[in-house]
């Protein structure tokens, strides 16, 4: 019967549990709490899955998850984590300039880091999930021109890196 | 220069005019703005396990049922005779490479790491050892209030939001909820770093930390800290922030008004009205048993 079939609910976990998780971490900075509303969500889905048309999964998650993330006692200050890249091998640019750009991104993710939450969620959205305007707007509930205004000013903000060194 | 609203955002979506982007170029903001797209696009998050995680979730209840009230249970299956087995299962999955331990609300949580270090996590609490090292680097990232009863050996790190304690072998509490940083030291030496302030805490010792760098010193006569016996205590802390702990050990809501004095005093965790009288009589202020999920505190 819908979300409540195995099956259905398996491909929603598999299509959209990374992107909640994802998600969760823009907004608190911290995975263990990422995963742990992450997990709530998806446990409060099977709860309520006969009442939640299959159409309507993804939206219920995310609403779910942010109303879990603001229920929570303690709100953290934000300490965002990226991955360390690995330096693409066929780069044979002169060390100096490798090491300006090195430096450049480590700037480049602290200011991301301190962005106002709005801003920074729907800039990492944008850039490391690859969510369209219209995707993103979906899924926090707000308009195309709020989230376009939120990616502007985080833009904005950012373009700071580049005066002084 | 005045540009149509949010022209930044919608160099991503490719929705410019032919002037708005020649402007942008001709002022250096395009290549400003590419590189910052350019950079942050390889940008990357942990990698997630889906498998392991749908994993999790099966170990759960059949499909429409209500959860029971315990928030944050982890994974017990219906039925008695399926409990053991998947206990086991559940153990030997989790044991394996799982690198966080949270205490589910109303509970504490012990266990050791790598190195033997003991740690207690009061409820609601999260302990994070990815980065840990049991033979180099011992860096933990705990969310919440823990105990730790460190192994000697190299420096031993417990980060928190609102600073980081330094210790070789030693006991200590830790906590970290709102904006203050808490440490006392039972045994040995620790070392309470936030921003440029670097206090060191000795046995006996109790020390706070504020955002600002504000320090408070008192004295610890007790061997472990009181909520690992069932107590929750304070002294001159909001009575926002003791309302707080006392939802998280009942797991409950509590409506309150805006209430700006300071509470001192302590709420045990096995009885709630008690707890309640506790907190609300010395302040002059009553409370309400509106339903199992709410409570409502008023008064001035």
């Given at each position: 019967m819908g979300v409540c079939e195995e099956k259905i609910y398996k491909e929603i976990y598999y299509k959209y549990s990374e992107y909640l998780r994802n998600f969760l971490y823009y907004k608190s900075g911290n995975m263990a709490v990422a995963e742990d509303i992450s997990h709530d969500a998806y446990m409060k889905l099977w709860e309520n899955c006969g009442k939640v048309e299959i159409e309507k999964a993804k939206s219920f998650l995310f609403t779910i998850a942010n109303n879990l993330f603001l229920n929570r006692a303690n709100k953290s200050k934000v300490v965002l984590k990226f991955e360390k890249s690995v330096r693409q091998q066929?780069?044979?640019?002169?060390p100096h300039y490798l090491m300006q750009k090195d430096e450049f991104k480590r700037r480049l993710e602290l200011a991301i880091a301190n962005l106002p939450e709005n801003q920074r969620v729907v800039f990492l959205m944008n850039?490391?999930?690859?969510?369209k305007y219209r995707e993103i707007a979906e899924e926090l509930d707000i308009s195309v021109k709020a989230v376009e205004k939120r990616m502007h000013l985080a833009l904005v903000e950012l373009r700071k890196l580049h005066k002084g060194v | 220069m005045a540009y149509d609203e949010n022209i930044y955002a919608r160099i991503i979506s490719g929705t410019l005019s032919k002037e708005e982007e020649a402007a942008l170029r001709k002022s250096g903001e395009w290549d400003e703005i590419q590189e910052i797209l350019e950079a942050s696009s390889e940008l990357q998050l942990r990698a997630y396990d889906k498998d392991k995680g749908y994993e999790r979730l099966r170990?759960?209840?059949?499909?429409g049922q209500k959860k029971s009230k315990?928030?944050?249970?982890?994974?017990w299956a219906g039925s008695v005779a399926a409990v053991v087995l998947l206990a086991l299962a559940y153990v030997f999955l989790m044991q394996g490479d799982e690198d966080l331990r949270r205490a589910a609300y109303g509970e504490t949580a012990q266990f050791a790491l790598a190195d033997a270090t003991k740690v207690v996590l009061n409820d609601g609490s999260i302990l994070d050892?990815?980065?840990?090292?049991?033979?180099?680097q011992r860096l933990v990232e705990l969310t919440g209030e823990g105990y730790f009863k460190v192994t000697s050996g190299d420096r031993f790190v417990v980060q928190t939001v609102n600073g980081s304690i330094e210790v070789l072998g030693t006991q200590f509490n830790v906590r970290a909820w709102g904006e203050d940083i808490i440490v006392e030291c039972y045994e040995g030496l620790v070392a309470l770093n936030r921003g440029s302030v670097r206090e060191e805490v000795a046995a006996g010792e109790s020390v706070r930390c504020t955002p600002k760098g504000q320090i408070r010193r008192t004295n610890v006569t007790m061997s472990r800290p009181l909520w690992m016996d069932g107590l929750s205590r304070f002294s001159d802390a909001p009575l926002a922030v003791v309302v707080e702990e006392f939802e998280r050990q009942y797991d409950i809501d509590v409506e309150m008004g805006v209430i700006d004095r300071p509470y001192s005093g302590a709420f045990e965790h096995d009885d709630m009205e008690n707890a309640l009288k506790k907190i609300c009589d010395p302040m002059g202020l009553s409370f309400r048993?509106?339903?199992?999920n709410t409570i409502v505190i008023e008064g001035e």
């Open positions: 066929s780069d044979t640019s002169d850039r490391i999930d690859k969510k | 170990f759960s209840q059949t499909p315990v928030r944050r249970m982890y994974y050892f990815s980065s840990f090292e049991a033979g180099g048993i509106v339903d199992e």
